[in-house]
């Protein structure tokens, strides 16, 4: 018989193509668990099919949707209109021109995605999900600004500054990191210029490889840490700039 597998699926930022592609590469089957770990849109030019086809795989994929800053920017501006100038240059700008062929019901069904993502996951294992990070020493049941979820970078780098000799039963050792067997980030790419594989530093992993610009779409198994990547997301859009 064959076992569950939870997948968990980096920043995609509308490289819509480049995650059918490593869907397809890593055989997702309806009986695995896709946690996603956010910033669905912002950089490519598929905004909307990526949201629309994502929607689409919910009703018959058991899948888990982390909240991304980019999604909290863009449904800001589709609630209200808050078209913040730093969200334009940095990917916004495609997802405006996305949104702009799309009617008002699909717009109602993305704020409704938008509003019902979750600012972290934690499965039965103790092993956390979030898009970001968080700040609080006690963990995220503690956090005081919800929008650490997805806009700390601090976790990551914490655990990279951290000598992989350091005893976890040191009184030096951060309390932060010691609450969950592993913690699966996104939202700080690895690299903006390559293709490269998802990094662990102390018990984090970084699933973000840079999709929004010249990197790959990766996606990881937890159990194995077995990995699959699209080609660079750029060869899909060559006439685009993504995040560049």
Same mark, same amino acid.
Request: aromatic share 12%; with cysteine.
């Given at each position: 018989?064959?076992? !569950?597998?939870?997948?968990?699926?980096?920043?995609?930022?509308?490289?819509? &193509?480049?995650?059918?592609?490593?869907? !397809?590469?890593?055989?997702?089957? =309806? &009986?695995?668990?896709?946690?996603?770990?956010? %910033? #669905?849109?912002?950089?490519?030019? +598929? *905004?909307?099919?990526?949201?629309?086809?994502?929607?689409?795989? !919910?009703?018959?994929? @058991?899948?888990?949707?982390?909240?991304?800053?980019?999604?909290?920017?863009?449904l800001e501006w589709l609630r209200e209109g808050k078209d913040n100038p730093l969200w334009l240059q940095h990917g916004g700008g495609a997802t405006l021109a996305s949104?702009?062929? *799309?009617?008002?019901?699909? !717009?109602?069904?993305?704020?409704?995605?938008?509003?019902?993502?979750? @600012?972290?996951?934690?499965?039965?294992?103790?092993?956390?999900?979030?898009?970001?990070?968080?700040?609080?020493?006690?963990?995220?049941? #503690?956090?005081?600004?919800?929008?650490?979820? #997805?806009?700390?970078?601090?976790?990551?780098?914490?655990?990279?500054?951290?000598?992989?000799?350091?005893?976890?039963?040191? =009184?030096? #050792? =951060?309390?932060?990191?010691?609450?969950?067997? +592993?913690?699966?980030?996104?939202?700080?790419?690895?690299?903006?210029?390559?293709?490269? +594989?998802?990094?662990?530093?102390?018990?984090?992993?970084?699933?973000?490889?840079g999709a929004a610009f010249k990197g790959a779409l990766s996606m990881l198994d937890v159990a194995n840490k077995k990995f699959w990547q699209s080609d660079s997301v750029?060869?899909?859009?060559? %006439? +685009?700039?993504?995040?560049?």
């Open positions: 018989m064959n076992v !569950k597998r939870t997948l968990v699926i980096g920043d995609i930022h509308s490289g819509l &193509k480049a995650l059918q592609q490593v869907l !397809k590469r890593a055989a997702v089957t =309806p &009986k695995e668990k896709l946690i996603f770990l956010g %910033d #669905y849109v912002d950089g490519w030019s +598929e *905004a909307v099919e990526t949201v629309n086809f994502l929607i689409q795989l !919910k009703k018959t994929h @058991n899948c888990v949707f982390i909240r991304g800053n980019h999604d909290e920017l863009c949104y702009d062929k *799309a009617d008002n019901a699909t !717009k109602n069904a993305h704020i409704v995605f938008y509003e019902n993502l979750q @600012n972290y996951h934690l499965d039965s294992e103790n092993r956390l999900f979030l898009h970001a990070g968080f700040t609080n020493l006690k963990g995220v049941d #503690y956090e005081y600004f919800s929008q650490s979820f #997805y806009w700390d970078r601090t976790l990551w780098e914490l655990a990279r500054s951290l000598n992989p000799d350091l005893d976890k039963n040191s =009184p030096n #050792y =951060p309390k932060r990191l010691l609450h969950y067997k +592993e913690i699966f980030i996104g939202h700080t790419p690895i690299s903006k210029t390559a293709v490269v +594989e998802p990094k662990r530093a102390a018990n984090v992993w970084n699933i973000d490889t750029q060869t899909f859009y060559p %006439d +685009e700039r993504g995040r560049n």
